[in-house]
Nanobody, 121 residues
Framework: VQLQASGGGLVQAGGSLRLSCVVF?????????MGWVRQASGKERELVARINSYGGTNYADSVKGRFTISRDHAKNTAYLQMDSLKPEDTAVYYC???????????????WGQGTEVTVSS
């Protein structure tokens, strides 16, 4: 099972970025929830957004109203649309998936590589 994230970069404050995270691999039976966490330099990892298999979402208070998580089940891909970005959103963003594989009856957590988001003031 692999998760591949993309879409990070450098943007000015007030700008937008869209992150993508695709799940693939022969062992992927079904993807339950997907989401992103972020870690800024010197800070603890923070859950940014999560979307379950029914489309239910939850967000960190710091991003509510600015970030939108969505997913395309057919493509096994989740997206994080980030608008009105602030310098404090600067961090490495990691996508995750709760994935059913043949050897387990409960979903397993898998992580993608980090993608860096830098917001300049």
């Amino acid at each position: 099972v692999q998760l591949q994230a993309s879409g990070g970069g450098l943007v000015q404050a007030g700008g937008s970025l869209r992150l993508s995270c695709v799940v693939f691999g022969k062992s992927v039976m079904r993807t339950n929830a997907m989401g992103w966490v972020r870690q800024a330099s010197g800070k603890e990892r923070e859950l940014v957004a999560r979307i379950n298999s029914y489309g239910g979402t939850n967000y960190a208070d710091s991003v509510k109203g600015r970030f939108t998580i969505s997913r395309d089940h057919a493509k096994n891909t989740a997206y994080l649309q980030m608008d009105s970005l602030k310098p404090e959103d600067t961090a490495v963003y990691y996508c995750f998936g709760e994935i059913y594989i043949p050897s387990s009856s409960i979903p397993q957590d898998y992580w993608g590589q980090g993608t860096e988001v830098t917001v300049s003031s």
